[in-house]
């Protein structure tokens, strides 16, 4: 692993930090362990018995799937593989990566041969890349550059060209920006100028998302099924703005990402921070689902979006989605997941639902549920967000992008150092770093006031911190000495977010909370343990919320923590639970196999008050997240 950092190369040099190289942050306590959890799950098995990552794939020389399974699998697997330090999943992460590279064709193509399309190629390229930083593999930039000249000279190439064999088109139009980060990725090794060429070129030639996000249109369900109101391709966009600012230095590209989370919060926006999508932009209703690829991609979006703009508020943005949406389209055990989501969510089965187009089986849990490209794709959530816990800044920093347990390593001033970050956090509000390093270096540490902490302390060696800014870095530099600490605490109060007619969500730190419903789990087919479930509720769930918001609203929840188990997004394991009253609300039923609009509030019911028990969203497989609140 190569400790080297590498920061972005004129004239791209516009990031304000800079990511680590895979292996300079390791996943600890309950991280790791939830990346032990991916392992021994899908993740780990899915290539010995699911025929499109079988040995007949394209990218594996064979005759089967030659297009983007392959490429999404191994840009998931490569950091799973190294993070966890695993043996058997490095040799099988090797063995896609190894074909690739010893298999290049004499024109400098990658991959399976017939239809050459560019987009099927850049995941493959993103996890060369990863490899690379891992081992220092000298095959991987000879690879690269060769791919990359060919792309140049097909992208410049003039005349009538046959569909699919140079020009951007179809995904690769709408995906550029993810081709571009590797050529930056490259040319911040290499220096060759060409590269520099060919990130304008793909700039040039892409869809222009930071318009897109400006003048946006799609303000409602959308019953046009274009490319440009496809999930997936929004989630993705939204970095785009961020890399078209470091190729042309435009401020409204710079404001592109704010744009972009703005209008997809108002017009799609649900509270786990995701919006809707399924499989086009379907609008605000907490019954509408979003793509289990969208999620994973727009947290892939916001850690490079954090690199470039340096914005406490988009890690924020990141955990939100990371500790909620993220591991709430999984069971806890990683074997069965979702295509789906929804943030209210009553019912997984086969049934037709409201979809803008997906099938009847989109928000049941299974192995290939609706379509296998998230099958094939969600292996890279959890290992890119724990590479990417830490960053370097342009003084010879370190900062902690994101809280998680970890460890980050690094030399500064020709001096190892590392930095461990003990917590249970999101769980807890404590975070504790240490510093270890044999010999005193001087650097500056940036740490994270998210946004939501109206109430923190920061101790550095004994002594607080002040002028502690929320949604902001705070910058700490001094000399720093073996067993020197920063102590981190952010008292996690409960707030309430406005949602549609009346509603709100429950927000505490970066968790929002769900009512747990009660989960009976039915096989539908398929072999144990990658069988496909419905899950149906044995709990009612049709509550509203008895609180009263003109008093101290803290008052109304009753925090309840227990110890941190094996599991940590699985309904009856949960580390916390916020206890409120609520009253069911009869009217409120069952529409087209969902939960139903939420009625408006304040709404009227006679129904008795009972406590009722909010969970994690991530752990709530069953869950309202939106609730009516009821009238006094």
């Not at 100028?193 to 030639?205: F, G, P, S, V």
């Not at 406490?312 to 295509?339: C, S, V």
């Amino acid at each position: 692993m190569s400790t080297a950092l590498v920061f972005h190369k004129a004239p791209f040099d516009r990031s304000v930090w800079t990511t680590l190289p895979l292996g300079s942050v390791k996943p600890q306590g309950w991280l790791r362990r939830q990346l032990q959890i991916q392992a021994e799950g899908l993740s780990g098995h899915i290539d010995e018995f699911w025929p499109d990552l079988s040995q007949n794939s394209g990218w594996l020389g064979g005759k089967g799937e030659s297009w983007e399974r392959g490429p999404y699998f191994t840009d998931g697997l490569v950091p799973l593989a190294h993070l966890l330090g695993d043996a058997k999943l490095i040799e099988k992460a090797n063995k896609w990566v190894s074909w690739t590279l010893d298999h290049p064709h004499a024109d400098g193509w990658i991959g399976p041969g017939g239809r050459r399309d560019w987009w099927a190629r850049t995941p493959m390229l993103k996890a060369l890349a990863q490899h690379h930083e891992a081992t220092g593999d000298a095959r991987v930039i000879p690879v690269l550059s060769r791919f990359f000249e060919l792309e140049l000279k097909s992208l410049r190439s003039e005349g009538l060209v046959p569909k699919g064999q140079n020009k951007l088109h179809s995904w690769a139009y709408f995906r550029w920006q993810d081709n571009a980060l590797v050529v930056l990725w490259l040319y911040d090794r290499t220096g060759d100028e060409k590269l520099i060429e060919l990130a304008r070129e793909l700039h040039k030639q892409g869809y222009n998302w930071t318009e897109h996000f400006w003048d946006f249109r799609f303000t409602g369900r959308s019953d046009c099924k274009n490319l440009d109101t496809h999930g997936v391709n929004n989630g993705m966009g939204i970095k785009a703005p961020a890399i078209a600012y470091l190729i042309t230095r435009a401020a409204m590209d710079g404001e592109g990402v704010y744009k972009a989370l703005a209008n997809l919060d108002k017009w799609h926006g649900t509270a786990a921070g995701i919006f809707t999508c399924d499989e086009h932009f379907a609008g605000r209703e907490p019954f509408q689902g979003t793509e289990l690829c969208t999620v994973g991609e727009q947290m892939y979006s916001l850690e490079h979006a954090i690199s470039i703009l340096g914005d406490a508020k988009l890690a924020d943005r990141l955990e939100r989605i990371a500790y909620n949406a993220w591991p709430g389209t999984f069971d806890a055990k990683m074997w069965a997941h979702q295509y789906d989501q929804q943030a209210n969510q009553v019912l997984c089965t086969v049934d037709k639902r409201n979809w803008t187009n997906n099938r009847d089986d989109a928000n049941t849990y299974g192995l290939e549920p609706h379509f296998g490209c998230c099958t094939a794709n969600f292996h890279q959530g959890w290992p890119k967000f724990a590479a990417n816990c830490w960053m370097a800044s342009p003084d010879g920093g370190l900062v902690a992008a994101v809280y998680a347990p970890s460890t980050v390593t690094s030399v500064i001033k020709g001096q190892k150092l590392t930095i461990e970050e003990r917590t249970e956090y999101p769980f807890d509000d404590r975070i504790v770093l240490t510093v270890r390093t044999e010999k005193p270096v001087e650097f500056p540490l940036y740490v994270r006031i998210p946004e939501w902490a109206r109430r923190r302390r920061v101790v550095v060696a004994g002594d607080a911190e002040a002028e502690l800014k929320e949604g902001s870095y705070k910058r700490i530099n001094r000399t720093w000495r073996d067993g020197d600490t920063v102590e981190l605490t952010f008292p996690m109060d409960v707030r309430l977010e406005g949602r549609l007619r009346g509603a709100v969500s429950v927000h505490r730190g970066p968790l929002v909370y769900s009512l747990r419903i009660g989960e009976e789990w039915r096989k539908i087919k398929g072999q144990e343990p990658h069988a496909d479930w419905a899950v149906h509720p044995t709990t009612p769930w049709n509550y509203a919320l008895v609180i009263d918001q003109k008093k101290n609203l803290q008052l109304s929840f009753v925090l309840e923590k227990r110890a941190m188990g094996e599991y940590f997004f699985d309904s009856k394991l949960s580390p916390v639970v916020l206890w409120v009253r609520g009253r069911r609300v009869p009217q409120w039923q069952m529409e087209k196999n969902s939960a139903g609009p939420t009625p408006q509030s304040p709404v009227m019911t006679a129904e008795k008050i009972e406590d009722i028990a909010l969970i994690p969203y991530g752990a709530a497989k069953l869950r309202i997240t939106e609730f009516p609140v009821a009238a006094e």
